[in-house]
């Protein structure tokens, strides 16, 4: 499990399944334009986790489980990412002591044989082949 209480395992779980508009690593990487790929996404997420992580950091609510219907708890996500970026705008300070940089490596991929994975191929041929 990593910090953010993610187990890395969770790939393997059908129900985190590579889809069109999910994107995970490759357990094999056997060509220069997978290779790219990978780095690619390595560098993605980890953009990824320090934005919310930051986020975080502001709402502590965020932190734990919310305790809201689905459709509320997604309008307190949104709300807390509006009021933060409000607070960039405005130049407003934040401790940035604590952060915690997200670990990189192979995230444990499951690939369905699916449209997640014909889409992730497209990706890789189309934009990170030379």
């Known amino acids: 499990m990593d910090r953010s209480g993610f187990r890395l395992s ?14 995970t690593p490759f357990i094999r990487v ?3 334009a997978k290779e790219r790929y990978q780095q690619a996404h390595t560098r993605t997420r980890a953009c990824i986790e320090r934005a919310f992580g930051r986020l975080k950091r502001r709402f502590h ?11 509320k708890a997604c309008k307190v996500a949104v709300a807390c990412v509006i009021l933060h970026n409000i607070a960039v705008d405005m ?8 952060f915690i940089q997200p670990q990189n490596g192979n995230d444990g991929v499951h690939q369905d ?3 997640g994975v014909a889409t992730r191929d497209f990706i890789v041929e189309n934009f990170f082949s030379v």
């Open 30 to 32: 056997d060509s220069e």
């Open 113 to 115: 044989g699916g449209t």
């Open 61 to 71: 609510v965020l932190h734990s489980e919310i305790r809201l219907r689905p459709e």
């Open 91 to 98: 130049n407003m300070p934040m401790d940035d002591d604590e």
């Open 10 to 23: 969770d790939y393997e779980n059908p129900r985190y399944a590579l889809k069109p508009f999910l994107m």
